[in-house]
């Protein structure tokens, strides 16, 4: 049998707060990605934008500088707390590589323009599982970058649990 060459992949898997990306990341390294295959996660984070809205009477700002600082320091620590999770879940693969990337902005855009960057061969992303009017309301990030990235897109949906009450 000739040498097979060793498949190298860059495999984006976008991780939040929820479980639901982590679920997502989970299933994806017990699936998809190869022990032996060389290929590279990147744990890519979306860290929001912190926006200061003036009032309607346009009598000032909202947010002292200081409420601001802090804010970002928040932000800063969910991001770091959301990526080091997600390393941690990705601590026995051997032979691939894992990164992590956190970038500021709307994570629709920050997922599209990245996954471009880097060259994605796919993205693995979780689902929230909104229903229609909440998905009406707030948009639905995984079905955004299902029609705007060009590699393949990989939504990986949790399950529900199914606690019931067992009365005997």
């Known amino acids: 049998m000739a040498d097979t060459e060793v498949q190298e992949r860059k495999i984006v898997v976008a991780i939040d707060e929820g479980e639901e990306s982590i679920y997502a990341l989970t299933w994806a390294i017990k699936n998809v990605v190869f022990q032996n295959s060389n290929d590279t996660i990147i744990l890519l984070y979306a ?4 926006q200061a809205y003036a009032p309607p009477d346009g009598s000032g700002y ?3 500088s200081d409420v601001m600082v802090s804010m970002e320091k928040y932000s800063k620590d969910v991001a770091d707390c959301v990526v080091e999770k997600a390393k941690r879940v990705c601590k026995d693969l051997q032979n691939v590589k894992v990164e992590a990337r956190i970038e500021k902005g709307d994570a629709r855009d920050v997922i599209c323009e990245a996954v471009e960057k880097i060259g994605a061969d796919l993205l693995v992303m979780g689902t929230h599982g909104y229903g229609m009017i909440k ?3 707030l948009g639905s990030v995984s079905n955004h970058c299902a029609q705007n990235v060009k590699c393949p897109v990989l939504i990986v949906k949790k399950p529900k649990s199914n606690v019931k009450n067992k009365s005997s």
């Open 47 to 50: 860290k929001p934008l912190l």
């Open 62 to 64: 909202l947010f002292s």
């Open 135 to 137: 998905r009406a309301f």
